[in-house]
């Protein structure tokens, strides 16, 4: 089992050595590695069972810092960096030579973002090179939003966990490229569409495709608990299942025809950013249950509430 601590030396020290540590952020804990190193980039992608066509996102923690894995970047690109970096945005920029291709998976732009959860800049910080994390999950499995979440699963795997309680934001970043200098959304995350908008004006979104080469990880079915997860129907699967072997993922009110402890509420206030936040943990919870299938309600589409069905459909799409 990895140890679990808040010791900044103890992660570096491993880090150091080419080992990969699971690390806190304000979206999702990721599972970090030193990005300039060929075998600390290789285990990243062993121990979550990634596949190398996927790549990874690079966290740094200042722009001068990233001047060096990026040939520019674009002032849209400065623009948004400047309104939302420390934060949960992640930028696709053109790399330099710096960055081993294994990072990119062979593409030209790299994926990178500066991260404000305060452990993990502090690391960042102290360290010579910046970090390639994924989020700290066998792929596509559910993101982990705590500690634990990650001890549970790659445990036997990383030494050394840095825990940064619960995650704030709870859904992974936004990402941004550029087509001929105009920003577009490439995944539905932590920063909201309306807040990109207030920036840049309209925006164009290429969030929904199923496969979408662009962004592996935006696999229609991705973030996918083990248990069958639909959106849709609840009267007909209360016709097929006894309300004991129905899990509800509900947004504020439980349903009176499935047992409490079956349901997990995501925001008792209605709150969306609550809601994000409790998101991953829920659907957690409600897979470790002795169900049969996952009925999950969908948020209003707006704001953080569309990264939250999108994260949903995808794990319905399973
Ligand atoms: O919030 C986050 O972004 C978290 C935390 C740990 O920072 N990280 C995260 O990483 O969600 P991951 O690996 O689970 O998702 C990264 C996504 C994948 O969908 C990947 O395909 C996409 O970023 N990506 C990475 N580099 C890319 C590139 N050069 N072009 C297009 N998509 C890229
Ligand atoms: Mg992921």
Redesign the pocket.
Known sequence: MSVIGTNIAEAKKWLEAGQVVG?P?E?????AGNALNLQAVTRIFETKN?PTF????V?SSSIEKISHFVQEIPAAGLKLAAHFWPG?L?L?LP?TDVIPDLV??G?D???V?I?AHPLTRQLLGELDFPLA?????PFGYI?PTQAAHVQAQLGDKIPYILDGGPCTIG???T?V?FGDGEAVI??L??IPVEEIEKIMGRVKIIAHSSSNP?????LKSHYAPRKPLQTEGLPELLSRHAPERIGILAFQHPHHSVPAQNQFILSGSGSVTEAAQRLFAGLRYLDSLSVDVIYAELLLEKELGRAVNDRIRRAAAN
Do not use: C, F, Q, W
């Not at 996927?54 to 996102?57: E, F, R, S, T």
């Open positions: 690390i952020t979206t999702v804990y990721g599972l990634r996927d790549p990874l996102i966290h949960p992640t696709l790399k990119t998976a593409l732009t790299l994926a973002r991260p994390a994924p989020s700290a999950n993101s859904i992974e970043s990402i490229g490439y995944r995350g932590g662009r962004a592996p990880g935006m």
